[in-house]
Structure formats: structure tokens, C-alpha cells
């Protein structure tokens, strides 16, 4: 395992902040994020439920939801709009139907996530193996353990990585649907969020308790809207970076999960530093 220097005074810099009003549908960047005690405002506030089991739709099982990642969504004045891979448009209130279509399989728009709603996710590293379509063993996994409210975030309310992370890997954030992603120095190590573990992290007006590795899933390694697969989002962090996830187990991870002590705003180019 590759072990990062641990974070010190103004360690960092917000290079970048991303929203994804709908879960598992490409999102948006951002100047400056609102955070709430529940985590961005506006993000992962809408979700598909699949009414026949009740489940979360995510591309973590790619078998029935990878098309998700070639939508995208963003924040209009009018509400959240959905745009479909062919350029069609809609308000998320109207376009349960298209996506069913798109999808193969019928879906509603939920706007708060229900109580103990689970998604399916089978191994990751089964998913290479096997491939996309194949039948593999999927365990439900109930969401948002960490975060009070309703929105479908995976986890913890906030999820950021490194720039040395990202470098070392040789992918784009975007695969890794980050909420924030931090600047680091020339030199830092890949990983380096491990080493923030119990620590408090300042941004900008908010202040974060810093909660678990990211477990990484099928998702980093699809196709996101023109882009193609990516295998090695996922194998180069197998290889490298095994870690102890306290209830889940030890597993591949690249970047943190966060809840939020204190809200407020976060910008672009805010300093990160340890309190």
C-alpha cells in the first residue's frame, strides 16, 4: 500500500467542486458549493427507484444502470434538468418515461431517498473479470450510513480526493464523482487521504470530520457520457491501495468520505487545513 505524508498547514488548494443533482448521472461543476449539515446543496437530491424491487438504480450494477452514466443532469432555475445521450431534454419531473425507455427497464424519479434504501453492488473487480452483462452474485448494500436527511449519497455526506491521487492513477476526477477535489504540493504522495483519517479538515467556511476511505465500484471504470472505459480506475487502486474500511472490510479506495461540522461555502482556490 502506498502510504501519503500526512496533512499539515494549508496542505492544499480547492482545484475543483462538482454536484450531481441526480445519482449516477454525469453532474456539474461549480465555482462554489453550499454545504449544509446534510452535504452539498443539491446534490444526489434526486435518485431513480426501481418499483419492482424497491432498490436504488446506480450504475454500481452495470448489468441494468450503466446508461445512467451517459445522462447528465444540472441545476436550472426551473428545477433539476436531465439531458438524455441522444440531446433530448426534460424536467426531472417529466422524464420517467424516456429514461424507462432508454433504460430498458421502468423507473421513477424519487426526490428524497427512502428509509434503509439499498442499492445493488456486485465485487468490481468480478465486474472486469466477468464483464458488463455478466450474471454475478450482487449484494445489497444500504446507502447513505453515514448521512442523516434524504439524499442518496453512497456514504458520508461530502467525498473528496487529491490531485496526487488522481495523477498517480492517471484518470480524470469526473470517474471518481468527487464533491471536492484538492490541489496538492509537487511531491505529495498518491493516497495521501489516508493519512487524514480522524482528522478534522477546514474549507473555506466549513469545517469536515473526516470518516472513512472511499470503497471504489464498478463506476470509475464505465463510459461517462462520450467517454470511454477505463479499467485502470479501478485495477491501478486494487494493485495499490488496499485499506481497512471500519464495517465494510478491507477494500480498494481512493479518496475520503466527510460529514460536515460546520456549514457554510466552499470555493474554488479555499486553502485546506487540519485543525
Known amino acids: ?29 461549480a465555482d462554489a458549493l453550499e454545504i449544509d449539515r446534510y452535504g452539498v446543496v443539491g446534490d444526489r437530491a434526486l435518485a431513480l427507484l426501481d418499483p419492482a424491487t424497491g432498490r436504488v438504480a446506480t450504475a454500481k450494477q452495470p448489468r441494468w444502470w450503466r446508461d445512467l452514466l451517459l445522462c447528465s443532469a444540472r441545476t436550472t432555475a426551473d428545477g433539476v434538468e436531465v439531458r438524455l445521450p441522444d440531446g433530448r431534454s426534460y424536467r426531472a419531473d417529466a422524464v420517467d418515461g424516456p429514461l424507462s425507455a432508454l433504460l430498458g427497464r421502468t423507473v421513477a424519479m424519487a426526490s428524497r431517498r427512502p428509509e434503509g434504501a439499498t442499492v445493488e453492488r456486485p465485487d468490481p473487480e468480478a465486474v472486469l473479470a466477468e464483464g458488463l452483462d455478466a450474471d454475478i452474485e450482487a449484494p445489497e448494500l444500504e446507502i447513505a450510513q453515514g448521512t442523516p436527511g434524504g439524499r442518496f449519497v453512497d456514504h458520508s455526506p461530502l467525498h473528496l480526493i487529491t490531485t496526487a ?46 470518516t472513512l476511505p472511499t470503497p471504489r465500484c464498478s463506476v470509475p471504470t464505465l463510459d461517462h457520457g462520450g467517454r470511454g472505459r477505463e479499467p ?44
Open 165 to 210: 491521487t488522481l495523477a498517480a492513477i492517471g484518470v480524470e476526477a469526473l470517474r471518481y464523482r468527487p464533491n471536492v477535489v484538492v490541489e496538492t504540493p509537487e511531491g505529495t504522495a498518491a493516497f495521501v487521504e489516508n493519512g487524514w483519517l480522524g482528522r478534522r479538515l477546514v474549507l473555506g467556511e466549513v469545517e469536515l470530520e473526516t
Open 232 to 275: 485502470r480506475a479501478l485495477r491501478y487502486v486494487v494493485e495499490h491501495n488496499r485499506v481497512d474500511v471500519p464495517g465494510f472490510g478491507v477494500l480498494p479506495c481512493a479518496g475520503l468520505y466527510a460529514t460536515v461540522v460546520r456549514p457554510g461555502t466552499v470555493r474554488a482556490g479555499d486553502a485546506l487545513r487540519a485543525v
Open 1 to 29: 500500500m502506498l502510504e501519503g505524508r500526512p496533512v499539515t498547514e494549508a496542505e492544499g488548494l480547492v482545484s475543483a467542486l462538482y454536484r450531481y443533482p441526480v445519482k449516477s448521472m454525469e453532474g456539474e461543476a
